[in-house]
């Protein structure tokens, strides 16, 4: 067993159904089992040795879901420990169980391969302390390789637990202290709003909206369904949101809520039916985050726009744009903190959002709570979401394009061709590299006929170079990356992908 491959980051992911070619199961309930007894040993040496550990465990739609559930609830109560079956869960809320003011859990853990193909599956973990890291995960698996498991004993058991019930009401009593509304129960009534599930976990959703009187008529694909058989459940999936506009328009929807599989990440829709997605996501948050606390820095993943950075400056805020990845954003505005810079907001283009006020969790289901708070009271008002950043400057282009690497030595060869763009791009008439910059290369296009940017980075994950490109005139990108595939033709393990 390679238990290497299952880390994904800071979680493990693995193939959990045969059926797809070239693709076999590693991710099984035996492995499961011993990645759950790794768990609890990683845990001991963090505790002290008279407190009881006791889990939280939920699943997302997958239907391999059960089953590495039942295997994880089977390693555990193996050795002793009271775990809790929370059922059907979004991520969010397996965090919460582990700083829940009635009945905190040592570990939370969520079953979930995110927006993954139906036959992934992963695992995530909690403390009080937030997501595992990167070590953390590699620690765990480096355990389960060892062997270095706990020794079987009595007195574990396993208990149904309807936190998801609890869960709600914690949104629920936001809107509601949020609103301020005359009807106070009812805060929503009035607005029309859709909620696209994806067949994920998400659908739970519509139930926090009619509790507070909205309209979710012409909701759809909110009933779990591990097979995904209308879209993925990924707001960054260009037919997923393509759903959920459409079905806005069709509806006379005042807004609609897309979900990821597990609920960590959302995006919205305005009643045009035109999406409010990574950059325009950022900035709707953005704005009304540093209305809160101004003068507050705003940290995001490297692909955001120029465009975003003059917004948040203009509403007196600072841009800090970081690395890809959701817990890069994330710790980097926790580091901002504790070394003394004000950071409210942690956002990916993804839609990965984490606030300070929340433990600083990626919770897609927070992240519409406020922003359905400021579309009922921008409407007492006539206005609408949209309206806070009618003033985000868009660009006229953009593309990603991804070159796979085939040398053997992926990160060497990767540096390679970062090192000699910088060296061509430093000597290019009209390009300046921009700084500071965290990852990869990023480059200001400033020439009449490309005014944008570009940078070219590693893959976190893949043996790829993703490059990115935006341009304020027709017809900028397709002269930026001209240039680039210019400098890039020299390279001939580079193979492009789109």
């Given amino acids: 067993m390679d238990w290497k491959k299952l880390q994904n980051g800071s979680d493990i992911r693995g193939i959990a159904l045969e059926g797809v070619p070239g693709e076999h199961v590693n991710l099984t309930p035996d492995a499961t089992t011993t990645i759950a007894k790794a768990f609890i040993t990683w845990l001991k040496k963090r505790v002290t040795a008279d407190k009881e550990i006791t889990l939280a465990i939920g699943t997302d739609s997958r239907i391999s879901g059960p089953a590495l559930k039942q295997a994880f609830i089977d390693g555990a109560t193996a050795v002793g420990i009271t775990v809790y079956d929370c059922g059907l869960a979004s991520t969010p809320a397996m965090f ?8 905190p859990v040592t570990g939370g853990i969520m079953i979930t391969a995110s927006h993954l193909p139906f036959n992934r599956n992963g695992i995530k973990f909690f403390t009080k302390d937030g997501g595992l890291e990167k070590a953390d995960i590699a620690e765990i698996l480096d355990i389960a390789d060892r062997g270095e498991l706990p020794e079987e004993k009595s007195g574990g058991k396993c208990v149904a637990y309807d936190f ?43 139930n926090v909206l009619n509790a507070l009187g909205a309209n979710t008529e012409g909701s759809q694909f909110i009933e779990p369904d591990g097979h995904f058989p209308n879209h993925i459940p990924n707001p960054e999936n260009k037919e997923a949101m393509a759903s959920i506009c459409n079905a806005v328009v069709k509806n006379g929807a005042d807004l609609g809520i897309i979900f990821d599989t597990d609920v960590d990440r959302s995006a919205i829709v305005d009643r045009h039916g035109d999406p409010i997605n990574r950059n325009s996501l950022i900035a709707l948050i953005a704005a009304v985050i540093l209305k809160e606390h101004p003068r507050s820095t705003v940290v995001t993943d490297s692909v ?15 841009h800090h744009r970081f690395k890809r990845g959701y817990k890069n954003v994330i710790d980097e505005g926790i580091r901002l903190n504790k070394n003394g810079e004000e950071c409210w907001l942690a956002i990916e283009t993804s839609g990965h959002c984490a606030l300070r006020e929340n433990y600083f969790l990626d919770d897609g289901a927070l992240l519409v709570a ?21 003033t985000l400057r868009q660009p006229a282009e953009s593309t990603e394009i991804r070159f796979k690497i085939n040398d053997s ?22 390009w300046h590299i921009v700084k500071p910059n965290y990852e990869g290369i990023r480059v200001s296009c400033t020439n009449p006929d490309e005014k944008g940017w ?23 990108v397709a002269n930026i990356s001209r240039e680039i595939l210019n400098i890039l033709k020299p390279f001939k393990e580079l193979e492009r992908k789109s």
């Fill in 96 to 103: 919460m169980t582990t700083v829940d003011e009635e009945m």
């Fill in 164 to 206: 998801m019930t609890k869960y709600k009401s914690h949104l629920i009593n936001y809107i509601r202290t949020e609103v301020k509304a005359e009807d106070y129960d009812h805060p929503l009534t009035g607005l029309h709003i859709i909620v696209d599930a994806g067949n994920g976990n998400g659908g739970f959703f519509v």
């Fill in 304 to 318: 955001t726009s120029d465009g975003l950075t003059e917004f948040i400056e203009s509403k007196g805020g600072k």
């Fill in 370 to 390: 406020k922003l359905i708070v400021q579309a009922a009271r921008l409407r007492s008002q006539g206005k609408e979401l949209q309206d806070l950043i009618s």
């Fill in 409 to 430: 030595d992926v990160q060497g060869y990767g540096q390679m061709v970062l090192d000699e763009v910088a060296e061509a791009a430093a000597k290019h008439e009209g």
């Fill in 454 to 476: 570009f940078l070219l980075r590693k893959s976190l994950h893949d043996p790829v170079l993703p490059l990115n490109i935006e341009s304020e005139v027709n017809g900028g």
